[in-house]
């Protein structure tokens, strides 16, 4: 095997390393919220050093944007059931138990915080908000071209999603009758 089929092999030691990375990230977010902890102390966490934390992201706040964005994306993949409510309904459940599981609150708090951290901060937050925008127009449009009538992306961010975060943080019950209801609305 040579070294170009080595660097394209999927897994491995690079992303067993950047997995550690972000649990140790998510950790220390639950336990001491955003802005409490050092790469040194993600690198100890994680058991690597603290240049191989700046090699690969370059600074704590593009660590901090790429495990939000990696856990919005690999815990609230876009559903296809074949229908805009199906989808919906799938999407918001997904979301739902992402955000009420032992991380999901850390998620929500780290991207919050990210939105409100100057600068690069700003630019975190807008990402993530591009990200998440992108996500939900790719099934909009799918759905339009099912010939349904779609919401926009936006309005599904402002009365699905939001709505679902904000009882998050404030510690109240997501119950699948309430999930299930901001779809209906909305639709």
Known sequence: ?????????????????????????TDLISER????FTVGEVAARAGVAD???YRRWGSL?????DVALTRLNAQSPMPDTGSLTGDLRTYAANVAREITGPDGLAVIRLAVALSNNGPQGLQAGNDLRVERMRQLQSMLDRAGERGEHAPDALGVLDHVLAPMYIRVLFGMELTPDYVDGLVDRIL
Not at 1 to 25: D, K, L
Not at 33 to 36: E, P
Not at 61 to 65: A, D
């Open 1 to 25: 095997m040579n070294e170009r089929q080595r660097a394209r092999r999927p897994g491995g030691r690079s992303a067993r390393i950047g997995a550690e990375v972000h649990q140790a990230v």
């Open 51 to 53: 240049s191989s934390i």
């Open 33 to 36: 919220g955003y802005g409490n």
């Open 61 to 65: 706040e593009s660590l901090l944007t």
